[in-house]
């Protein structure tokens, strides 16, 4: 039965079932309480209608129950009738209460019902994931938007409670320690984490977690819902990235601005400078943000050039058109300098004020000034030029003049062809042109022979005995010269090395053999042409030879005159030994004359006469090698013997004088280079020079040889106890025919002096502070002492 059917056929039984029990119970007269059937009425209603029918259906029952009294009892009421009638209506009424209640029960139950699925629908028709957790933080709903997201069975999820399997590993430890303080305490969660969806990907998703108060449970319990902010995220992140670029090319921007060497401006529509770059600071010392405030950046400019620029300027801003402007700007240091500025206009947008200067300054003073310098050099130099150009053709004249007519001798040779080959042998690496030349002869035959004689003067052709300049300008140029090629390399060292002149002596080769000696110059001049010209020195060197001549006369001369110096030397020198001798041959003859003749005596004087002898040999001998200028006898030379010798010679002077002779040598001295007739003559001529001085002399009388080695030499030292020099004359001792004695002759330190230093040492006098004077000369060891 359709529910259309059923109501008006509920409510047609229960009229008629409450009319049959009116009728009943308004008839009959029964002893029970027929009206409780109206019961049965109130369920029929009840079934079929709603509580206000059932109300009504109650009344309508209560009115019939009492009707049906009234008609039946009114006349002999009796209180067991109205008790019955009066339970009736009560129970009627009860019923009818408890009937509407469940109505009103079922209507709330209903309606219950309908929210509940309602809730459910809404939240599972939602796009995002929502969920319900305990006071613990864990998940007891998730609403069907948890599948469709993250493709996982919400049921098995919340069995197993593996929420947390679908974030990303990365986003966990930040999740759980949100999510753990939140819980404790009772605050809201609010992150962003990245959430695995179905197909694999993980979507960046805003979890909003809220905590409630539940009546129902009478609990703090959290409300969630995961919301998919994917797109934003990554617009953000995007956005930021995009962010960070622009941040990064702006600071490229500047650095690059502030790195060029120009000023770099920008300026709006109406020319105010909105940007500097830092050169501008650096250049004018101003600061950009005082200038960009003031827009007084004109007043840098000199004011000669002020006007003029501000022109350009305005010009240009008001037809948006570039600029260009060349003024003077004031620099940091006060000093102005030339610049050069140029702007265009950018066009930023559509409209015409959607548009930016942009624009450079940069430094020309040093263009502009050398310019300048340039253009007054240029005047100068042409006028210059001009005076030279009259002075050349001048010059020029008188050259030619007096290189055809001059009684000097030129001559002009060609190298540029020779300078080539020099190119080429330098860019060998060649740098010692006449060690290669050595070393490469034919190479410098070749290179010779690329000089050519351009041009010779008359003069220079008369030099050398040619009739006409052309015979000697066809002559090969090195044949010109007894050392032509030589002469030549040098011509060639000059370019090679860079020289501009040179000069010389050279012996010309002229015609049929002339020698001509010549003191030549040569000067480079341009395009590879030698200029060399020459002086005759025939007339000098004829002049040297006969200057060489009466040298050599003189000489002779001299050593003539010297003649008779030596010979008076030779007699000081003989002196000696002959006295010696003679006196050795009194002794002797009287030793012979004796009744026992002294043999061994006479032996003794006989030798010593021989060595005498022998001594003046020696000496006649040296003289004569002097006088004709012959080496002497030099050779390695016992100093240490020669000087006992030399005592031995002497003793008879020595003895007759009382004067003691020491001869002291350490150890034994090397052999030295000398010659010994000559080192013995020194030795007598100290030693009885010594005797000389000490003759008058009381007290001590003593000479003493020393000999000292050095290093490489021995030192001679002879010693007296005599009265030492007199300052005066230790300047002039060695001066020929200096002499104090009366009987001098002033030769005896002059022969010693010579002598030691022909020997390569040099005689030396001082006097001793104990007093007495000392000679003494080095001399060199006849072989190299080893150390
Ligand atoms: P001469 O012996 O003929 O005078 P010398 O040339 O040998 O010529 O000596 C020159 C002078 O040097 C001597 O006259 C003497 O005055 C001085 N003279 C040389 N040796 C000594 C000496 N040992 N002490 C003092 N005077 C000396």
């Known amino acids: 039965m359709t529910e259309r059917l059923r109501r008006p056929l509920f409510l047609a039984v229960a009229t008629a079932l409450a009319a049959l029990v009116f009728w009943i119970d308004s008839i009959a007269e029964y002893e029970s309480s027929v009206a409780i059937l109206y019961l049965a009425v109130l369920v029929l209603v009840s079934a079929a209608g ?94 069907a938007s948890w599948t469709t997201v993250t493709g996982l069975d919400r049921l098995t999820v919340l069995e197993g409670q593996r929420y947390n399997d679908v974030v990303h590993p990365d986003d966990i430890p930040v999740l759980n320690e949100t999510v753990s303080a939140a819980v404790a305490n009772r605050t809201v969660t609010n992150l ?147 610049m050069s500025l140029v702007g265009r206009p ?47 053709m001048l010059t020029e004249q008188r050259y030619a003049g007096l290189f055809d007519v001059s009684n000097m001798t030129f001559a002009e040779m060609d190298f540029s062809e020779a300078e080539k080959m020099l190119d080429a042998i330098k860019d060998r690496g060649v740098t010692d042109l006449r060690a290669y030349m050595a070393a490469n002869p034919d190479e410098l035959a070749r290179t010779l022979g690329a000089i050519r004689t351009t041009r010779v003067n008359e003069a220079l052709a008369r030099l050398m005995g040619y009739e006409s300049v052309a015979d000697l300008v066809a002559n090969p140029p090195t044949q010109n010269a007894e050392d032509g090629a030589e002469v030549l390399l040098r011509q060639l060292e000059m370019y090679f090395h860079g020289i501009h002149h040179i000069d010389g002596r050279t012996v010309l080769v002229g015609k049929a053999g002339r020698r001509i000696p010549v003191y030549f110059t040569v000067t480079r001049l341009s395009d590879g042409l030698h200029l060399s010209s020459h002086l005759d020195l025939s007339e000098q060197e004829r002049i040297e030879q006969m200057r060489q001549a009466a040298q050599a006369e003189m000489a002779r001369a001299n050593r003539i005159a010297t003649v008779g110096a030596f010979s008076a030397s030779i007699a000081h020198e003989l002196n000696q030994p002959i006295t010696s001798m003679v006196f050795d041959a009194r002794t002797g003859i009287r030793m012979i004359a004796r009744e026992a003749p002294d043999i061994e005596g006479v032996d003794r004087i006989l030798q010593r006469m021989e060595k005498n002898a022998q001594r003046v040999a020696g000496i006649v001998q040296r003289t004569r090698e002097n006088l004709v200028g012959r080496r002497r006898a030099v050779g390695a030379t016992d100093l240490h013997r020669l000087a006992l010798e030399t005592r031995d010679l002497i003793d008879h002077d020595l003895k007759r004088a009382d004067v003691e002779l020491d001869v002291v040598c350490a150890k034994t001295v090397p052999a030295i280079m000398g010659d010994p007739v000559e080192l013995q003559q020194v030795f007598v001529n100290l030693v009885n020079n010594a005797i000389d001085a000490m003759r008058d002399q009381h007290g001590a009388r003593r000479v003493t040889i020393e000999l000292i080695a050095k290093d490489t030499s021995v030192e001679v030292r ?15 001792l060695f001066e020929p025919f200096f002499t104090t004695k009366a009987t001098g002759i002033g030769m005896g330190l002059e022969i010693c002096r010579s002598a030691v230093a022909a020997m390569g040492g040099q005689l030396t006098v001082a006097n001793l502070p104990q007093g007495g004077a000392r000679f003494a000369f080095d001399l060199p060891f006849a072989v190299e002492r080893r150390a």
């Open 346 to 392: 950018i066009r930023l947008g559509e409209t015409p004020d959607e548009i930016r200067y942009y624009g450079g300054v940069s430094d020309i003073h040093d263009e502009v000034t050398s310019h300048q310098k340039v253009k007054e050099l240029n005047e100068t130099l042409e006028q210059r030029v001009a005076e030279r150009t009259s002075e050349l």
């Open 718 to 732: 002879v010693s007296d106890t005599g009265p030492g020099i007199p300052e005066e004359f230790i300047q002039k």
């Open 50 to 143: 709603n509580g206000k029918e059932v109300t009504r259906a109650a009344q309508g029952c209560v009115a019939l129950a009492v009707l049906a009294w009234v008609v039946v009892h009114l006349d002999s009421p009796t209180p067991a009738s109205v008790l019955r009638c009066l339970f009736a209506c009560i129970a009627i009424g009860v019923t009818a209460a408890l009937l509407v209640s469940r109505k009103r029960l079922e209507a709330t139950q209903r309606d219950l019902e309908r929210s509940r699925a309602e809730v459910d629908l809404f939240a599972n028709s939602v796009p995002y994931v929502l969920w319900r957790s305990n006071p613990r933080g864990e998940i007891e709903y998730l609403n």
């Open 192 to 338: 962003k984490v990245r959430i695995r969806q179905a197909d694999g990907s993980y979507r960046w998703m805003q979890i909003y977690d809220n905590p409630a108060y539940s009546p129902l449970t009478d609990q703090v319990e959290r409300f969630g819902g995961l919301s998919d902010v994917h797109d934003e995220v990554v617009a953000k992140q995007q956005l930021q990235l995009v962010r960070d670029e622009l941040e990064i090319s702006r600071t490229d921007l500047v650095n690059f601005t502030d790195s060029v060497p120009q000023i770099l401006w920008r300026a709006d529509p109406e020319g105010r400078i909105d940007f500097y770059n830092r050169r501008y600071t650096e250049i004018t010392g101003r600061d950009v943000q005082a200038t960009i405030e003031r827009q007084d950046h004109a007043d840098d400019i000199h004011p000669d050039d002020r006007e003029r620029f501000s022109q350009v300027w305005r010009d240009a801003i008001f037809g948006r058109t570039e600029m260009r402007a060349t003024y003077r700007l004031r620099h940091a240091t006060g000093e102005y300098r030339w």
